[in-house]
Structures are given as C-alpha cells and as structure tokens.
C-alpha cells in the first residue's frame, strides 16, 4: 500500500525514478480496485426480475462504471509511474508511445528490466544505491 499512495502521491510527475515494486504495487493495486468496483456494480444492478432491454442496459452499466470510474483515477497516475519506471531502467518515457500501437508488449518487457544502479540523467536511485564505479 505504501507504493501505492507514493505513486499517487506524484499523480502527474513525469520525472524522476520510480521502482520497479512501485510501478507492480501500483499496478496491482488499480486493478484489484477495478475488479471491486465491477463486483459492487454486478451486485447492485443485478436484478433477475427485470426485462430484456433492462438487462442490456444494466449489462453495459455494470461494465461502463467501473471502467470509466478507474479511468478517470487512475490514468494519469499510471502514465506517470510508468514514465518514471522506463527512466528507473534507462528509457526515455517517450517509449510509451508504443501503447498505441500493437507493441505494448515492448513496454512491458521494459518495465520487467532492472533499474540502472545509483543515479543516471533522470535522476537518483529510488532505492538509495549508489551504483557501480
């Protein structure tokens, strides 16, 4: 949980360095939230009385509120703590752009790669090495 609310702590700080346990916590964390939010919205429109049409309306409810609700938390926390982790491995955050296209799997190998040790032109170690000589 400390992770977490360190990366929210810097919603929208695009620089520096942030962990690798940090992006993961976060990460996970969000979507844990996420598939609350989608319970509690299963559990409270669900209701086996109604018709068709009520239904597909509720159907797409219990879909659109969890999802917009994290959307609107947690996206720009999440660029910025992804940002932040490519410049912990020695990316430049501009790598991000690959999410557009169908390489996101790049960004993901990217964010597994270990920190650079001690500072690097980003900033310094989050986690206080002073790296190699």
Excluded at 6 to 24: I, L, P, Q, T, V
Excluded at 38 to 44: M, S, W
Aim: net charge positive.
């Amino acid at each position: 949980m400390r992770w977490f609310l360190k990366a929210m702590a810097h919603y929208a700080d695009f620089s520096g360095r942030a962990c690798r346990k940090e992006f993961w916590c976060f990460l996970s964390f969000s979507l844990i939230t996420f598939l609350v939010l989608q319970l509690v919205a299963v559990f409270v429109l669900n209701d086996p009385n109604g018709t068709a049409d009520d239904h597909t309306l509720k159907g797409i409810a219990m879909f659109a509120l969890p999802v917009g609700i994290c959307l609107i938390i947690f996206t720009v926390p999440y660029l910025a703590v992804s940002v932040r982790r490519l410049h912990d491995a020695g990316f430049s955050g501009w790598w991000m752009l690959l999410h557009l296209t169908s390489l996101s799997v790049v960004v993901l190998i990217m964010h597994l790669i270990d920190s650079t040790p001690g500072p690097n032109r980003y900033g310094p170690d989050p986690l206080g090495r002073q790296g190699v000589f």
